[in-house]
């Protein structure tokens, strides 16, 4: 018989499970506390070890308690902690197999979908199940079966922590990889992630979305939108996930309605104007627009010359497109100067790629002005008076 088979140490065990057995609930909290303080971190090996082969009847006994009582809360996060050391040790598809068939990955997901639920334990329960997910393919898929894309979604937006956010973000990417059945329906739940409302959320969905587009042969008609809406943001950060995004998407077959959507929102369109189109006789040039619209076109012209500077055939397409024309528009925005540099450096860019086109520009601009734009494009704003921001419009 070996060491850890001896009827002493079986004894032991079994006197364990009989005081948890018959404890309420001071009792297992304190016999949890003492096996997390000498079980973390240990193999399945060593933990059979430490009960005698039988560790899955404990595991058994704290995933029923987890499940009677995680509507209380109380004692909730002490019982995710301890189920973490089975579902973590080494060689631990036994564990996991158990786990999932007492109902654990059911109560997980329960668990993050209720409001009641505090943010450190659905940190907990998303890290339960980002360990289940790193397991392999047939545990993604049991976890996408059980809706867990959607409530994981739905958590990882509604939540107001990092710690939260930042787990939800690692299970969406875990999800979406060596999971082909599902990884459709991960890539385009991120999509819908988009129109959330928390900018650390908008950029870490933006940071997966990125991840899991690179690993797709095609992009979706419906990321265009969503993704342009994007530059609306007064987030830094969030604006520089999108603009990260639609420049790899350059290569996939979108790209047609991407660059025509960045050259559309250098010249914000207001209802009013297209229900009532001005005509050339009553037509003023006088910018209108909110902040969020002049935010956006200033990051329309940004990602524009970004695009130009990867790569010429896409300005080509960018010239058809009348980019011209409409960055001149922009720059002619006296109410919003970051839309000016921008415009103006995207099309000073244009100009070194094709001289073809300073004529024309300097017919509109006018000697004077064309030769501060030549000369310093960043600062042109600087020296812009009325008349000429409106010659521009």
């Not at 058994?60 to 902690?81: E, P, V």
């Not at 409001?115 to 393919?137: F, Q």
């Not at 900018?199 to 997966?208: D, E, G, I, R, W």
């Not at 001005?278 to 902040?291: D, F, N, P």
Request: hydrophobic content about 40%; glycine content about 6%; proline content about 2%.
């Amino acid at each position: 018989m070996s060491a850890h088979k001896e009827p002493s140490n079986i004894g032991r065990v079994l006197s364990f499970l009989r005081e948890w057995d018959s404890g309420g609930s001071s009792v297992r909290c304190r016999m949890v506390n003492s096996f997390l303080g000498k079980n973390t971190g240990k193999s399945l090996y060593e933990l059979e070890l430490e009960f005698a082969d039988v560790a899955s009847l404990f595991l058994a006994r704290l995933t029923t308690w987890m499940r009677l009582t995680y509507m209380q809360g109380t004692f909730l996060g002490l019982q995710l902690k301890a189920i973490g050391i089975f579902l973590s040790a080494s060689c631990h598809d036994q564990y996991l197999m158990e786990f999932l068939d007492d109902g654990g990955v059911l109560t997980l997901l329960v668990i993050l979908s209720q409001s009641e639920t505090n943010e450190d334990d659905k940190t907990e329960a998303l890290h339960l199940l980002l360990t289940i997910s790193n397991a392999g393919r047939k545990y993604k898929e049991f976890i996408c079966e059980k809706h867990g894309v959607k409530i994981v979604a739905e958590c990882m937006t509604m939540s107001n922590t990092n710690h939260t956010q930042e787990t939800g973000k690692a299970l969406m990417e875990s999800l979406s990889y060596g999971n082909p059945t599902y990884q459709d329906q991960v890539y385009k739940s991120l999509i819908d992630l988009m129109s959330c409302t928390s900018p650390k959320a908008q950029q870490l969905v933006l940071q997966t979305l990125h991840a899991v587009q690179l690993k797709q042969e095609i992009a979706h008609h419906s990321i265009v939108k969503p993704l342009l809406n994007m530059l609306r943001s007064p987030h830094i950060e969030v604006q520089t996930e999108a603009i990260n995004l639609i420049l790899d998407l350059r290569h996939y077959n979108v790209r047609g309605l991407l660059l025509s959507g960045l050259v559309t929102l250098l010249r914000p369109i207001r209802k009013e104007e297209e229900q009532h189109p001005k005509t050339q006789e009553t037509e003023r040039t006088e910018i209108t627009g909110s902040l969020p619209e002049f935010l956006q076109q200033a990051a329309a012209a940004k990602t524009i010359r970004l695009v130009a500077e990867k790569d010429k055939e896409l300005s080509e397409e960018l010239l058809h497109l009348g980019v011209i024309q409409q960055l001149l528009h922009a720059m002619g925005n006296r109410k919003h100067t970051d839309s000016q540099i921008q415009a103006s450096l995207a099309l000073k860019h244009l100009v070194h790629l094709f001289p073809e086109i300073e004529k024309h520009i300097e017919g509109v601009m006018g000697s004077t002005l064309f030769a501060a734009f030549i000369s310093k494009a960043d600062t042109l704003y600087m020296n812009m008076d009325e008349r000429q921001a409106e010659s521009l419009l």
